[in-house]
């Protein structure tokens, strides 16, 4: 398992910096949204197993050639009394850092989860105070503002998309049905899990800059994959007078003083609160989605899209066999 410790540990590297850092300022996501958010996916997992991997095989190293035989030597020198003579003080010191870096990941990921339920419970809860049902569209709430809001709070059968009267005078019909389109869709393809894992990877590797980037990019995707399928529903150019008209956030009020919206509710542009929690993401930039709308591009090729998925399965099968037949590599 020597070496295996240290293909793992450069597979880490890898994939903790210049593999996100690249991903993040390719353009070819915005041709293939889905593809580049398996990918995503892939990094995140893969980066993950590979820094619990390497210190894992690296301090079970003396106790077997493979993770079940130093696994059993483990169990039996920690519960068996078996003597430890073979382990040294850098093996002690990496098996306790992969412990209490699986620990922590599981932990944040718990705590993230924890957090995003609460908020989602508050905002709900303040909703069900300043907000009333539409009358023509199920599952859906109206707050009574004039600046246009549009977003969606995730809660399984309990689900709703949330619209503000001043959006609702501002849009047709054809331009409101592309916004619940929208907003449905994130709804349907549960990207609020998604937002909920990166912001979980975020909030444990902090020190980490590509958490941050991995995170934004994850966030501009699910727009991209929700504009996608409100494509089916409205032409192009009605779905971009939508995304513009909820993007602004700047209706006026009558008086003149300046837009406000209700205590615990969002802001305009910062719609994945609700989806995803507090603090779950940075605020989404209209422009970009707009520019993707105005100057469409071609989606990639059949053929590279299936790279780029199985380059995503390797991602996630290298690690793997190194951790479960680390004699490969002897």
């Known amino acids: 398992m020597f070496w295996a410790s240290y293909a793992l540990a450069a597979l880490a590297i890898v994939l903790a910096w210049p593999v996100p850092v690249l991903l993040s300022r390719a353009q070819w996501p915005a041709r293939s949204p889905f593809t580049a958010m398996v990918l995503w996916q892939a990094i995140a997992l893969a980066g993950g197993l590979s820094m619990i991997g390497a210190m894992l095989t690296w301090g079970l190293e003396p106790l077997g050639d493979n993770l079940l035989a130093g696994l059993h030597g483990l169990w039996r020198i920690l519960l068996e009394g078996a003597p430890a003579s073979t382990l040294g003080l850098v093996h002690v010191f990496a098996l306790s850092a992969a412990t209490l870096l699986s620990a922590h990941l599981v932990f944040t990921l718990l705590l993230t989860y924890?957090?995003?339920?609460?908020?989602?419970?508050?905002?709900?809860?303040?909703?069900?105070?300043?907000?009333?049902?539409?009358?023509?569209?199920?599952?859906?709430?109206?707050?009574?503002?004039?600046?246009?809001?549009?977003?969606?709070?995730?809660?399984?059968?309990?689900?709703?998309?949330?619209?503000?009267?001043?959006?609702?005078?501002?849009l047709s019909k054809e331009e409101l049905g592309a916004v619940l389109t929208h907003e449905r869709a994130h709804l349907a393809q549960h990207h609020h899990l998604l937002l909920w894992a990166f912001a979980a990877w975020r909030a444990a590797l902090p020190w980490l800059p590509t958490s941050l980037l991995a995170q934004r990019s994850v966030n501009e995707l699910i727009e991209m994959l929700a504009d996608d399928e409100a494509l089916h529903e409205a032409d192009r150019m009605t779905l971009v007078r939508a995304v513009a008209i909820v993007g602004s956030g700047s209706a006026a009020p009558e008086d003149g003083a300046e837009a406000k919206l209700p205590p615990a509710l969002p802001a305009p542009g910062n719609t994945p609160l609700p989806l995803g929690g507090p603090d779950a993401s940075e605020p989404l930039g209209t422009a970009g989605r707009l520019s993707r709308l105005l100057t469409p591009q071609p989606p990639l090729p059949r053929w590279q899209e299936w790279s780029v998925l199985c380059l995503s399965i390797l991602l996630l099968a290298v690690p793997t066999t190194l951790l479960i037949a680390p004699g490969l590599l002897n």
């Open 114 to 170: 924890y957090r995003i339920q609460r908020g989602r419970r508050r905002h709900r809860d303040m909703l069900n105070l300043l907000s009333s049902p539409s009358a023509d569209t199920p599952a859906t709430l109206v707050i009574q503002h004039p600046t246009p809001v549009a977003y969606c709070l995730p809660g399984g059968a309990r689900s709703v998309t949330v619209l503000s009267d001043g959006l609702l005078n501002m």
